[in-house]
């Protein structure tokens, strides 16, 4: 099965500013949803989860 993208619960339905994140094995993609046939960022599940609770600290 192929992992899915998804935006977060938090974007609004209206909102042109939204990204979507991919979780695949120990990589975690992040895109642009306005060119989801664009480039993609990787990052490891450990880098990923420092931005994440970077960001939720304020």
């Known amino acids: 099965m192929t992992a899915q993208w998804f935006t ?3 974007s609004s ?6 990204v979507e994140v991919r979780f ?3 990589t975690v993609g992040v895109r642009d949803s306005k060119n ?3 480039p993609a960022f990787a990052f ?4 990923w989860r420092a931005f ?3 960001v939720s600290s304020g």
């Open 24 to 26: 695949s094995g120990a």
């Open 36 to 38: 989801t046939a664009g």
């Open 13 to 18: 339905g209206g909102s042109n500013a939204c």
């Open 44 to 47: 490891s599940g450990r880098a």
């Open 8 to 10: 977060s619960s938090y």
């Open 52 to 54: 994440v609770r970077r």
